[in-house]
């Protein structure tokens, strides 16, 4: 159930008449919704409202319910939505929104450091398989240590590609754990190069 006296004690009828719409003159009085009003006839004083014209008067509930048509307990629950009071689910609606928002934004970030952290990796995988090549094609003549190197790594490179390439996210995520290892030796191998 929605406490009437929290809504009362957070939103003022000005603050009400303000948020849907309400006109307001120098002296902060308002154009009258409930009457055809050309002049301001609305004060406000202590959260309330009161139209000097046609004498509607009551709280921010009063006149939210009168100017949609609800009763007090729709009012209540319109003023808690609408001013993001968070009431109804026992939540600050905006607050949650905010988490949510940087949840979000947590996942996207942690995202692109994969997809940057798996380009750079295929692409040295890629220079790794090109000194395998030329190695081999260059045997019986004498290699060297990053030849060898390329050449004992070359079918856990073409694994890794593989998975790096067309592997489930869990393998990807499962290689993205463990890249110390990968970056250990392609960084053997790749240094000078
Ligand atoms: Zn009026």
């Not at 993001?84 to 905006?94: D, K």
């Not at 750079?120 to 090109?130: G, P, S, T, V, Y």
Request: overall charge neutral.
């Amino acid at each position: 159930m929605i406490d009437f006296r929290t809504i009362r004690s957070r939103i003022t009828a000005q603050d009400a008449a303000k948020f849907y719409g309400a006109e307001f003159d120098r002296r902060g009085w308002a154009l009258c919704p409930f009457h055809g009003d050309s002049h301001p006839s609305i004060s406000f004083k202590n959260g309330r409202f009161r139209c000097w014209s046609c004498g509607a008067s009551g709280d921010a509930l009063d006149y939210t319910a009168r100017l949609f048509d609800l009763d007090s307990v729709q009012a209540a629950h319109k003023l808690d939505a609408d001013f993001g009071l968070g009431l109804s689910s026992g939540c600050n609606n905006s607050a949650e929104a905010q988490q949510k928002e940087d949840h979000r934004k947590a996942i996207a970030a942690a995202h692109q450091r994969f997809e940057t952290w798996r380009e750079q990796a295929m692409n040295k995988l890629n220079e790794i398989f090109r000194i395998a090549h030329t190695a081999l094609k260059r045997l019986p003549e004498p290699l060297s240590e990053r030849e060898c190197l390329a050449l004992r790594y070359q079918a856990r490179a073409e694994y890794l590609s593989g998975v790096l390439e067309d592997g489930t996210p869990e393998e990807q995520a499962q290689l993205y754990r463990e890249r110390k290892e990968m970056e250990k030796w392609t960084e053997q191998i790749l240094k000078g190069s």
